[in-house]
């Protein structure tokens, strides 16, 4: 589970905001691009009704709508900080009906990363946990920038893939058991992730892979549906479906034609995501949805601004942030109308778009 970690943060990490890092990057691998007021879900007319606007939704979020905390935890028995960032709605939620999503970002990334998710879900009645991973978090691009090789390499290390699950379960028992969790609606947590952080997902959420000879899952039953965005395969493991299949929890899948991770003699694309979509619960009946978006690219899906097109940029972080929501909303309700109504509305800037295992 190594190196087929590996590959994928190699990949993804020229696409960090850091020169410094960018250009030692590209000198030693060159990488030419390498994450409900008063606590109640919108009702699905409601989603539809957003999403037909003719009045553009703007990116930015009213600060009003939301607030921010940050934690510093340690997990004292695996020796390790566990930084993250919970946002939450501005108005007081009923005690127990606080839905939760638990973030996991790309290689390189940190706690303040996909804010645009975080403070959109908080603005929607979602609390939104941003865990940051200590061993493949923002202080890789720090340091000599002719270790940046080296340092990525420790970050897709077998020990580091597990002590990201770790870490997204040390966080949700940290903020469960915190002052505010018995805000929390323990039936409705879903984990979601970018890229690595979509690898991490994948593993929370039930894939199978080997460990010393033997099949392992590292589920967590608390959780109860998964977003993937931009997720690659678990590279030299086999099989996606052996992996994947047993996946039992709705899961939507996010991506772009251009959504590409590239080194020089290895490419990760388009087809990667298709496959893991394929693959996941195949031997299931959750339900699942693939949206894929035309253009793009694999670092569209994060804060940066203007990567994969200075206007489609904020188009596809919108439009990505509003199916998200339609998917929690729907899953809960088993009312899927707004996901129906999402790439209709969608349409210039979606390439296709799947829905499967949904009853209506």
């Known amino acids: 589970m190594g190196t087929d970690l590996m590959k994928n943060n190699l990949l993804n990490s020229t696409l960090r905001h850091r020169k410094l890092a960018y250009s030692a990057c590209a000198l030693l691998v060159g990488a030419a691009a390498l994450g409900f007021p008063g606590a109640r879900a919108h009702a699905p007319e409601q989603l539809v009704a957003a999403l037909a606007s003719p009045t553009p939704e703007s990116l930015e979020v009213d600060a009003a709508l939301f607030t921010a905390q940050s934690f510093d935890w340690f997990d004292s028995q695996r020796q390790r900080q566990v930084p993250a960032k919970l946002y939450l709605p501005a108005t007081q939620p009923v005690v127990g009906s606080l839905p939760l999503v638990v973030f996991s970002h790309g290689i390189g990334g940190s706690r303040d990363g996909y804010s645009y998710l975080g403070r959109y879900f908080a603005a929607h009645g979602y609390a939104s946990l941003h865990v940051q991973h200590v061993g493949s978090d923002r202080q890789l691009w720090f340091g000599n920038p002719f270790s940046l090789v080296t340092r990525l390499s420790d970050a897709a290390k077998n020990s580091e893939a597990l002590n990201r699950v770790q870490d997204l379960r040390y966080s949700l028992d940290q903020v469960l058991a915190s002052e505010q969790g018995a805000l929390f609606d323990a039936q409705r947590i879903v984990a979601a ?13 039930g894939a199978l892979v080997q460990q010393q000879g033997q099949q392992v899952s590292l589920r967590d039953p608390r959780i109860s549906a998964a977003i993937l965005i931009s997720a690659p395969p678990f590279y030299g493991m086999g099989d996606p479906a052996k992996i994947l299949s047993s996946i039992d929890i709705p899961t939507l899948h996010i991506t772009a034609t251009e959504d590409v991770i590239q080194i020089p003699g290895y490419a990760s694309g388009l087809q990667d995501r298709v496959d893991i979509f394929k ?14 978006f035309k253009d793009g690219s694999h670092s569209i899906f994060t804060d940066r601004a203007g990567t994969g097109g200075a206007s489609l940029n ?44 949904y009853r209506e």
Do not use: C
């Open 193 to 205: 992730g970018h890229s690595y952080g979509a690898n991490t997902t994948m593993l929370i959420a």
């Open 279 to 292: 693959a996941t619960g195949s031997d299931r009946t959750a339900p699942k949805v693939l949206a894929v």
């Open 314 to 357: 904020p188009r596809v972080k919108i439009a990505t942030r509003q199916l998200a929501l339609a998917f929690l909303d729907g899953v809960q309700a088993s009312n899927y109308m707004a996901i129906d109504a999402w790439p209709v509305s969608n349409a210039e800037i979606v390439a296709s778009f799947q829905k499967i295992n």
